[in-house]
């Protein structure tokens, strides 16, 4: 049997152990992003899993501290700068494969209006990669045209 993502991003020592799996890769940037440890372990950053004497363990301290660092955590703290903003969009597909998004999604729009902060959320039929490029691709029928309408150059 093939090792778990989970596994493999905990027992990897090198870039080359990932071996190119996308969510053993997006654990260890996710870790690299909300708990570096610069200098410590093969990438520079805690883990929220380790190999316990016998199993695959949580490590719970890291998991709260990617919880504090979450957009839904950190938005108490940074509505002045986002009312500074001259726009805000997100969208996620309702199918999507990581569980949390969609839910996330709709906490942060509905936090985001409760605050006040101008922006746009929009959910799709699809799951994380759905109708994003290509001519009707959300890239090019939405994310363009906002970036046209917000940005000054």
Not at 57 to 86: C, E, I, Y
Request: aromatic share 10%; with cysteine.
């Amino acid at each position: 049997m093939a090792a778990r993502t989970s596994d493999l991003a905990s027992r990897a020592t090198s870039r080359a152990a990932l071996k190119n799996d996308f969510n053993a890769i997006r654990i260890v940037a996710t870790a690299r992003a909300f708990s570096p440890a610069p200098g410590k372990g093969a990438f520079g950053a805690a883990l929220p899993r380790f190999f316990g004497p016998d199993s695959l363990a949580r490590r719970d301290a890291v998991l709260a501290q990617w919880g504090a660092a979450s957009p839904l955590a950190l938005l108490p703290t940074h509505l002045a700068s986002l009312r500074l903003l001259r726009g805000l969009a997100f969208d996620w597909g309702e199918q999507d494969q990581f569980r949390h998004i969609p839910a996330a999604c709709r906490m942060l729009d509905v936090q985001l209006s409760a605050y006040g902060i101008p922006h746009s959320a929009e959910s799709y039929e699809g799951n994380h990669g759905s109708r994003i490029m290509g001519r009707d691709g959300r890239i090019y029928q939405k994310l363009l045209p906002f970036f046209n309408q917000h940005l000054q150059f």
